[in-house]
């Protein structure tokens, strides 16, 4: 939850000014995206904690939990950005 909703805001983002202005800020986006990424994950990391104590019992580790989530992200963020760019 505390993930999502930024995310989905930067991706907003992301996705409109692609769809206002085609495919060429693409290349300045992505390092915007990446960076609200990891605010977002510093953010989680510092003020959540405690709460990896519930997947650390479950036996699932920050690190996949991490890779999981954000890899989902980015490949959600890219096959977005492409469907706007072949429009």
Do not use: Q
């Amino acid at each position: 939850k505390t993930f999502l909703l930024p995310s989905l805001l930067a991706n907003a983002f992301c996705w409109g000014m692609v769809y206002e202005y085609g495919s060429g800020p693409v290349a300045l986006l992505l390092p915007f995206k990446l960076f609200v990424t990891a605010l977002i994950v510093a953010y989680i990391h510092e003020y959540s904690y405690s709460r990896y104590y519930y997947y650390h019992n479950l036996g699932i580790s920050k690190a996949m939990l991490w890779g999981v989530t954000l890899g989902f992200d980015f490949a959600f963020y890219m096959l977005c950005l492409i469907l706007l760019c072949t429009r």
